[in-house]
């Protein structure tokens, strides 16, 4: 097991298939780009006789930075995973280790698997057939332990009693040890057969010396009784109580929401509290020049917290107005602020405006950087519209959106082709709150999925222009009064009673 | 990105014809598949190492038999992509 580098590989070439040094060179070099290239665009790379790189999601998990030692989020990414084939995994591991059971004393469910330590099988305790066994009226249980008799000589009367019918061919098998036995066992021996059963009587334990008696104790008698009360159903008294328990729990959930919608609403408060009051105090107290340096750079973030969380507070104020892209708002606020910038006076106000700016930088600046940026896009294996929401929007029900953009390369929004250059378009709300355009566009977008859906036969035709209704009506009006879209009674009855949400 | 496309690739940009590149690619993953055969790591600048490692021996659990077992220990095919890889892949620093 040693390491080889790539002049190894391009030697064993040059030897083996007797090609030129610097063509094998450039081969090698142009095969790796390529794959790069590949994984790059499509996320699958397909190597016969070698083996497949795939690209995986990784979900974006806490971690620990090894050098400051400092929690850190590692963001979701792609991982570059390899699989061989079978003729290259069979040359690593030649022969494939069978799977050994382990016996089922050593306890046979998860935790104890991982818990127990591995040992190895205990030699199963042979079972006890003495004659005595043979004499109850059960027969298939030939294994359970004999009464607390005094060995029997055999000829009793039960036995002789029983006629052959009652005797299974196993006990049959049985020999006549004992010579004075009387009955049918003499009659019964049939061939003789390997087993416990044909132990001579010497060999087999007496009774006194079985390893398992029944225990007639106290202890054991209250255990079971116990253990059946847990199953019996259960009385009226303990239904009730039962029933509390529940009312008592979803109470419990109740008042644990309204709690954490108050304190949410609370916080909402706070936040803009806070950046008023370093206002009103910025305009009484003049600056020192290093405290300007300082909360430059915090009071826009702190101005664009506050005007995050304005719009955020209050969602059902009518949406005529079309709010311009938060984007342009901050930058000029900010602008304004650091011209006549003095520092807030108190440390709780630093810290808060701190907070702010933090959860500013990941959330707000993040989310924005997405919504404002045009992307154009290659699709990759496995991806889909909805996905490409979800990642770009953080709401994969925008997917129309997309869609719309790209109507004229995509041909079946259902299934892209990878590789496919296609273009994100920006988002200029949120996808809580959508502006006048957005939702103009995704109404476009699902009124475009009708069409093909109607082309193609797909039976969800119709509900895509009710979602299309429901983002903007007038792009739904518009196609009707141009005569685009012919709908059967029923579905201009739903069609009517399908409302425009206000979003 | 099938074998079929990396090859009209390759033959594309060396100015080959096709089946000189899938000879080509061949010999390489031949190459490859060689070293590791004698259980040797591939280095790969820029783009990743080949490692053959030991998978120690295991307890498992089959639960059509609801019982324990234990896949004894074997030897695996092991991947790590380069750092640049990685970036390409993710178009971004992973940071």
């Known amino acids: ?503 | 990105m099938t074998t079929a496309e990396l090859v009209k690739a390759l033959a594309k940009r060396m100015d080959i014809n096709q089946r000189q590149a899938r000879l080509l690619l061949d010999a390489y993953v031949q190459a490859i598949t060689r070293q590791l055969a004698e259980k040797n790591s591939v280095i790969l600048r820029n783009f990743g190492s080949f490692s053959v490692k030991d998978v120690p021996e295991k307890r498992s659990y089959v639960p059509v038999k609801k019982s324990l077992c234990l896949i004894p220990a074997h030897q695996k095919l092991h991947f790590k992509a380069a750092k640049s890889l990685k970036d390409e892949v993710n178009q971004s620093p992973v940071s």
């Open chain 1, 1 to 503: 097991m040693s390491k080889v580098y790539g002049q190894t590989l391009l030697d064993d070439m040059v030897h083996s298939q007797g090609l030129p040094l610097p063509l094998v060179k450039r081969a090698a070099n142009e095969i790796l780009d390529l794959i790069r290239e590949g994984l790059a665009r499509d996320g699958v790379v397909n190597i016969s006789h070698f083996g497949t790189f795939r690209l995986k999601a990784v979900a974006e998990r806490q971690g620990i930075n090894p050098q400051t030692r400092q929690p850190m989020t590692i963001p979701a990414h792609q991982r570059v995973f390899f699989s061989p084939c079978k003729a290259l995994r069979e040359l690593i591991q030649p022969e494939h280790p069978a799977v050994v059971p382990i016996p089922a004393e050593q306890g046979s469910s998860r935790t104890a698997a991982r818990s127990a330590p591995i040992a190895p099988a205990a030699p199963i305790a042979s079972k006890q057939i003495t004659p005595e066994t043979i004499t109850s009226d059960e027969p298939a249980v030939a294994n359970e332990p004999p009464p607390a008799e005094p060995p029997v000589d055999g000829g009793t009367t039960s036995f002789t009693e029983l006629s052959e019918t009652q005797i299974t061919s196993v006990h049959t098998a049985t020999q006549p040890v004992e010579e004075t036995r009387q009955g049918k066992t003499e009659a019964a021996v049939s061939a003789p057969v390997e087993s416990d059963f044909e132990k001579p009587h010497e060999q087999l334990p007496s009774v006194e010396e079985a390893p398992f008696t029944i225990k007639d104790d106290e202890a054991t008698l209250t255990g079971t009784m116990e253990l059946e009360s847990e199953f019996r159903p259960k009385t009226e008294t303990e239904q009730k109580s039962s029933r509390k328990g529940y009312y008592l729990g979803g109470a419990a959930l109740l008042v644990l929401a309204v709690v954490m919608a108050s304190l949410l609403l609370r916080e909402g408060d706070e936040q803009v509290e806070v950046p008023a009051q370093t206002t009103a105090e910025s305009i009484e107290a003049p600056a020192a020049p290093a405290a300007v340096a300082t909360t430059a750079p915090t009071t826009p973030k702190v101005e664009t917290s506050a005007q995050q969380v304005e719009p955020e507070q209050a969602p059902a104020e009518p949406m005529a107005a079309t709010p311009t892209p938060p984007a342009e708002q901050p930058p000029a606020a900010a602008a304004e602020e650091a011209m006549s910038a003095p520092s807030p006076a108190t440390a709780e106000e630093t810290v808060a405006a701190e907070l702010a700016s933090v959860k500013a930088k990941t959330v707000t600046a993040q989310v924005q950087a997405f919504f404002f940026s045009e992307q154009p896009y290659t699709m990759k294996n496995g991806e889909s519209l909805w996905r490409l929401a979800r990642r770009f929007y953080q709401a994969p029900l925008l997917w129309p959106h997309i869609y719309q953009a790209n109507a004229a390369i995509i041909i079946n929004p259902d299934n892209l082709l990878t590789g496919q250059q296609i273009v994100i378009p920006t988002l200029q709300g949120k996808p809580d709150q959508l502006t006048r355009t957005d939702r103009r566009n995704i109404a476009e977008g699902y009124y475009l999925t009708y069409l093909h859906y109607k082309k193609v036969g797909h039976k969800d035709a119709f509900f895509a222009l009710l979602e299309a209704k429901r983002y903007d009506n007038k792009v739904v009006e518009e196609h009707r009064s141009l005569g685009h879209i012919r709908l059967s009674k029923v579905e201009e009855i739903l069609l009517g009673q399908q409302e425009t949400m206000p979003f």
